[in-house]
């Protein structure tokens, strides 16, 4: 049986709710072979990140070398990238093998509050690797960052959507988690024409690695050889059901469900708007 490949370029957390962990595991939910390079360890549990050890580049670029040489891959995903060498050093792969379905999650801090990539390093996420994108997923705060503007309502959200596309990136996914009121909504601009994807907010803490998880589920899809429209539904689902779901492992913000979509992807109950 054909299996298709996503590679995750992310840093990992021990404590396996988001990052590499949430990658491979969203990667197996979905019928998908994961790899991974991995460019930071991170200590970190539901409580909070403690520690963040970033990974000398040239492991990270014999990582890359090594899988893209030998395997290579259907889809891309990138997280949590922390300085700006980093940041040019992984643009440089994307470009030198010739990678589509690239998924970069602009990761820049973590829901604790500690962060994930230096100051220093915007600008290269800007004007290197967001225009080799095919999608970019920032959550509001990182729009807000990338963008240099607030974001409170949906013209505000979509104003920021064109902004983001205007640095080159084909598609741009403005989540909504950090939206306020109960009704939650993921944009999607392609350039042309909004779409949007709904649900109710969940009432959880349980939603350490959301955003890895979504985007890794688009990764997958992308792999897949689904439409980024299409992989926009499944990402939005699978996210869904994990939060809904949601494991009770640990004292802080739990991790979310990954197997949730397996096993409840299905009902009309679990379908949640
Ligand atoms: N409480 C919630 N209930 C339902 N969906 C949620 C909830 N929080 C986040 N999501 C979904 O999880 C995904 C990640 O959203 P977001 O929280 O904005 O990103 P991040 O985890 O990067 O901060 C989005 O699809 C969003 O709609
Ligand atoms: C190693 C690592 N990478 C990324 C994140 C951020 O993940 P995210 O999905 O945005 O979830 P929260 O941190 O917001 O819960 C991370 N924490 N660690």
Redesign the pocket.
């Known amino acids: 049986m054909k299996r298709n490949i996503a590679l995750t370029i992310a840093g990992s957390d021990s404590g396996g709710g988001a990052g590499i962990q949430a990658d491979l595991k969203t990667f197996q939910e979905l019928g998908v072979y994961g790899m991974s390079a991995i460019t930071a360890v991170t200590a970190q549990n539901t409580l909070g990140v403690e520690a963040v050890y970033p990974i000398p580049l040239d492991a990270i670029e014999k990582q890359i070398d090594a899988v893209a040489t030998d395997i290579g891959t259907d889809a891309v995903k990138t997280g949590m990238l922390f300085d700006s060498n980093i940041i040019e050093l992984v643009a440089a792969k994307i470009t030198k093998y010739k990678w589509d379905n690239v998924v970069v999650d602009p990761v820049m801090i973590a829901k604790g509050g500690a962060s994930l990539l230096q100051r220093e390093a915007i600008a290269a996420l800007k004007h290197q690797l967001i225009p080799l994108a095919t999608v970019i997923t920032p959550?509001?705060p990182e729009a807000e960052e990338l963008t240099g503007f607030s974001i409170h309502t949906m013209e505000e959200k979509k104003e920021a959507a064109r902004t983001l596309h205007s640095f080159g990136v084909k598609h741009v996914i403005m989540?909504?988690?950090?939206g306020e009121g109960n009704d939650?909504v993921?944009l999607l601009y392609d350039g042309n024409d909004f779409f949007t994807l709904e649900?109710k907010?969940?009432n959880?803490k349980n939603?350490h690695g959301?955003?890895c998880t979504?985007a890794a589920a688009m990764a997958a899809a992308l792999a897949k050889g689904m439409s980024v429209h299409k992989s926009f539904e499944i990402a939005?689902r699978f996210?869904?059901l994990a939060?809904k779901y949601d494991l009770n492992i640990g004292k802080g913000h739990g991790p979310t469900n990954h197997w949730a979509y397996a096993e409840h992807g299905t009902s009309k109950e679990s379908r949640g708007k």
């Open positions: 959550n509001i989540k909504g988690g950090h939650l993921d649900s907010r969940l959880t939603t959301t955003g979504f939005k996210v869904y939060i």
